[in-house]
């Protein structure tokens, strides 16, 4: 990503079987978060956590990074 950004997607499910997922952009020490939420499972967490990236990619490229 734009200026050595790196874009960082995390998946877990809390000890109440709840499904979170987060996509993050780190550059250096700062972690700044970009959007995230639940889903019912770790596998449909995980694609609506590609799909950020997916999203977030190609806003980055689109605008020159």
């Given at each position: 990503?734009?200026?050595?950004?790196?874009?960082v997607?995390?998946v877990?499910?809390?000890?109440f079987?709840?499904?979170?997922?987060?996509?993050?952009?780190a550059d250096?020490?700062?972690?700044?978060?970009?959007?995230?939420g639940t889903?019912?499972?770790?596998g449909?967490?995980?694609?609506?956590?590609?799909?950020?990236?997916r999203?977030?990619?190609?806003?980055e490229?689109?605008?020159?990074g």
């Open positions: 990503m734009r200026n050595g950004a790196t874009a997607a995390k877990e499910r809390d000890d079987g709840v499904c979170y997922w987060r996509l993050n952009v250096g020490d700062r972690l700044a978060l970009i959007t995230g889903a019912s499972s770790i449909l967490a995980k694609v609506f956590a590609w799909t950020a990236m999203v977030a990619l190609g806003v490229l689109q605008n020159g």
